[in-house]
């Protein structure tokens, strides 16, 4: 069966389409069910299938546009990331005891989804509690990279991913705090969107079987994930708003319009090196690229800065703060273990390890004192985007890696144009924005020599989110965007 002229279409020309009355819901739903039935067999990114109530929504939309209603998502296929919440579905977030757990309650962006009128086709894979740049858990297998099957899609959102890049729907959603959502975006040659620090809420999107409670994220957010730039704006605005629980009412945030509309009124930073991790050739030259292709566009580019935060410092910084959080979920033999490699630290060692051990084990004073420094950051990067509108970095140091399953990740390596480093320390450019709960949009840049996606992460200010997703999409119409992959373009 050969693919439909709706598989690639973005969720603005569908829902155009649905208006105009040119495709209904029903068929836009069956095509996307069709391509998972005919290639979920070598990506498997959809882990859990809901393609009956999917039929049914999209018979109800079918009626609702007949009727001349109107939605920002209505008939609109949606695939959602397994760790979020359907009522009904598995969340398990791979953890074999929880494969039956069935929440009773949608996750507040599920919620949203649906009264905005999205037909949600089933959950997309992710690794066991999200912890890696890959997919795989044994309850639902390891899922695939389309552009090379022997390869990560990204994690932990890395099932959406491959997903969209597949054609499986326009739309999806993920989680990020140590680049899930932009990690898994590079990976595949698509779109993603980490939104400003607690600008979406995340009740619903909980490891099983804790309830699902109101939750002020300190480095963690959720967000959308697209293969257009518009679409992660239509998405986010679906998405945005404060939890009801948290805030008594149900509102929508007006964010900031963008800075400027037209490309050439931009002022960016571009950079492609960081003290404690290499980017390779790959990396490097499509920025290199992009940095000549802006400039010619009349984009004001600059390749340094004074006003650039310290990178090194905001890396150890950030792993320490990561994993203070993460740690207090240890077992407590790993804990214990922890410890006891800690103490035996010289204070001399300032790698991104030896500062993860730090993390674990750090007091509260230590983490009240990170705090302090994570706000003299934040004030950092203010003064910088007086300067700048927008900085355009690394998300990872390589396009995506073959698939890594050791099961201890200290163990793992990451081969940068030939050199192993240590496989956590890919760490350093997403925690970059992470830190200081920065916007970063996730944009493709064509693919490498090899057949790889490649591409970057556009940072903006603090709640300016609206800026760099108009600036991807201004480099998008100008430069060219997502690339279907060739085995799957079909």
Request: charged share 20%; glycine share 10%; net charge negative.
């Amino acid at each position: 069966m050969a693919k439909s002229e709706w598989s690639f279409k973005s969720a603005v020309e569908l829902s155009a389409a649905l208006t105009a009355k040119k495709v209904s819901a029903v068929e836009l739903t069956q095509d996307a069910i069709n391509r998972i039935e005919r290639h979920d067999g070598k990506i498997n990114a959809v882990c859990v299938r809901d393609f009956d109530r999917a039929l049914g929504t999209a018979r109800d939309a079918d009626a609702a546009i007949a009727r001349g209603e109107t939605q920002p998502l209505l008939g609109v296929p949606v695939t959602i990331k397994e760790s979020f919440n359907i009522a009904g579905l598995p969340t398990t977030w791979g953890f074999v005891p929880q494969k039956d757990f069935k929440p009773a309650e949608d996750a507040v962006a599920v919620s949203r989804i649906k009264q905005a009128g999205g037909v949600i086709l089933g959950k997309t894979n992710v690794p066991v509690g999200l912890g890696d740049w890959q997919s795989y858990n044994e309850i639902y297998g390891v899922t695939n990279n389309p552009y090379d099957l022997g390869r990560t899609p990204g994690g932990s959102s890395g099932g959406s991913s491959a997903a969209l890049a597949t054609g499986y729907g326009p739309l999806s959603i993920g989680s990020d705090i140590g680049g899930s959502l932009r990690v898994p975006a590079f990976h595949c040659g698509i779109f993603a969107h980490k939104p400003t620090i607690n600008l979406c809420a995340a009740r619903g999107e909980t490891p099983p079987p804790f309830p699902a409670m109101p939750r002020e994220g300190d480095l963690a957010v959720i967000g959308p994930m697209a293969r257009t730039a518009a679409d992660l704006t239509l998405l986010l605005d679906v998405m945005a708003g404060p939890d009801p629980l948290d805030a008594g009412v149900a509102y929508r945030l007006e964010l900031p319009t963008a800075r400027h509309q037209a490309l050439r009124d931009f002022r960016v930073l571009v950079i492609d090196s960081h003290p404690l991790l290499p980017t390779d050739n790959d990396v490097r030259g499509a920025i290199e690229k992009l940095a000549a292709d802006l400039s010619k566009a009349g984009v004001s580019v600059a390749r340094e800065s004074a006003l650039l935060p310290d990178l090194a410092r905001t890396s150890r910084l950030y792993v320490r703060m990561l994993l203070a959080f993460l740690g207090a979920f240890s077992p407590p033999e790993e804990f214990a273990g922890a410890q006891a490699r800690a103490g035996q630290l010289s204070p001399d060692d300032l790698s991104l390890g030896a500062e993860q051990l730090r993390g674990i084990t750090a007091s509260h004073r230590a983490w009240v004192l990170d705090a302090g420094a994570r706000a003299a950051l934040r004030a950092q990067w203010r003064e910088l985007f007086r300067t700048f509108d927008a900085v355009i970095c690394p998300i990872m140091p390589t396009p995506a890696f073959p698939h890594d399953h050791l099961p201890d990740q200290d163990a793992r390596r990451i081969s940068i144009d030939g050199n192993d480093y240590p496989y956590s320390d890919q760490l350093a450019w997403p925690g970059a924005a992470t830190l200081p709960g920065l916007p970063a949009t996730a944009i493709p840049l064509g693919l490498s020599n090899s057949g790889l996606p490649l591409g970057v992460q556009i940072v903006g200010p603090y709640l300016e989110d609206r800026t760099p997703l108009r600036l991807a999409e201004l480099i998008e119409r100008e430069f060219g965007g997502f690339v279907p992959p060739k085995m799957f373009d079909d």
